[in-house]
C-alpha cells in the first residue's frame, strides 16, 4: 500500500504558485521523497526527490518539515501545461520499488 | 535523458487471446518494473524483473497470467494471457537508472480487450 495521502484535486491559477500537499506520517529514517507527475496519457515523470533538506531544481522545489512526516510540493509559476496528477511516493534511495498512491489532480486555469 | 521505448503502443485484442509487451531501454539497468494503469486510476506493481532471475511479483498478480522475460540488461517483456476485458488498461514499464531521479517510464501500451 501506498505510504502517504494526498488531497484528489487542487487547482491553481496560471502564473501563481502551486502548493501540493503530502502526508507521510509513517515514514522511515532511509526513505526519500519522491515526486513524479504524469499528464494525460504520458508516462510518469519525475519531478525532484528529498531527505530532510529542502530541495530545488528546474522544475520544482520540496519542502520537508521538521518532522519529515508532511511535505509541499511547488511549482513557483504554473503554467498550462502543469495540468497534470501529482504524486508523492517515499521509498530507500536505491532499489527501492515505486508504489503509487491516488496522488493530486492539478488543474491550472487561465 | 534516459530513453525507454514501448512496443505496442496500443493494440485491440481478442478475449482468451494473449499480447506480449516489448520494452526496450538505452543503457544497461539491473531494475525494470511493469505496471497497469486502468481507466482513471493510479498505476499498480505488477512485477519487478531483474536480469538473470524470475520476477517477483506484487500480490494479486500471478506469474500464469502476466508472465515476464527478462533476457538481458535492456530488453523486458510482459504478456497478458488468456485476456478478457478486465485486462483493458495502459501497461507501463520502468527501468532503475541508478541515477538522481529514481526511475524512468516509458509511454505505456494501451490495452482494449473486446
Known amino acids: 500500500d501506498a505510504k502517504t495521502t494526498q488531497p484528489p484535486s487542487m487547482d491553481c491559477a496560471e502564473g501563481r504558485a502551486a502548493n501540493l500537499p503530502c502526508n507521510h506520517s509513517?515514514?522511515?529514517?532511509?526513505?526519500?521523497v519522491y515526486w513524479y507527475r504524469q499528464i494525460h496519457s504520458q508516462g510518469p515523470q519525475y519531478i525532484i526527490h528529498?531527505?530532510?533538506n529542502n530541495e530545488t531544481n528546474e522544475m520544482a522545489s520540496l519542502i520537508i518539515t521538521e518532522d519529515r512526516k508532511s511535505s509541499t510540493l511547488i511549482l513557483p509559476h504554473a503554467t498550462l501545461r502543469d495540468t497534470a496528477v501529482y504524486y508523492c511516493?517515499?521509498?530507500?534511495?536505491?532499489?527501492?520499488?515505486?508504489?503509487f498512491g491516488q496522488g493530486t489532480e492539478l488543474s491550472v486555469k487561465p | 535523458s534516459a530513453v525507454i521505448s514501448q512496443k505496442p503502443s496500443r493494440d485491440i485484442c481478442q478475449r482468451g487471446t494473449s499480447l506480449t509487451i516489448q520494452c526496450q531501454v538505452d543503457?544497461?539497468?539491473?531494475?525494470m518494473f511493469w505496471y497497469r494503469q486502468q481507466p482513471g486510476q493510479s498505476l499498480t506493481l505488477i512485477a519487478t524483473a531483474n536480469q538473470g532471475s524470475e520476477a517477483t511479483y506484487e500480490s494479486g498478480f500471478v506469474i500464469d497470467k502476466f508472465p515476464i522475460s527478462r533476457p538481458n540488461l535492456t530488453f523486458s517483456t510482459l504478456t497478458v494471457s488468456n485476456m478478457s476485458p478486465e485486462d483493458s488498461s495502459i501497461y507501463l514499464c520502468?527501468?532503475?537508472?541508478?541515477?538522481?531521479?529514481?526511475?524512468?517510464f516509458g509511454s505505456g501500451t494501451r490495452l482494449t480487450v473486446v
Open positions: 543503457s544497461q539497468v539491473t531494475m
Open positions: 509513517t515514514i522511515s529514517g532511509n526513505e526519500y
Open positions: 528529498g531527505l530532510k
Open positions: 520502468s527501468a532503475d537508472y541508478d541515477r538522481v531521479g529514481g526511475y524512468t
Open positions: 511516493i517515499v521509498r530507500v534511495a536505491r532499489g527501492g520499488k515505486l508504489i
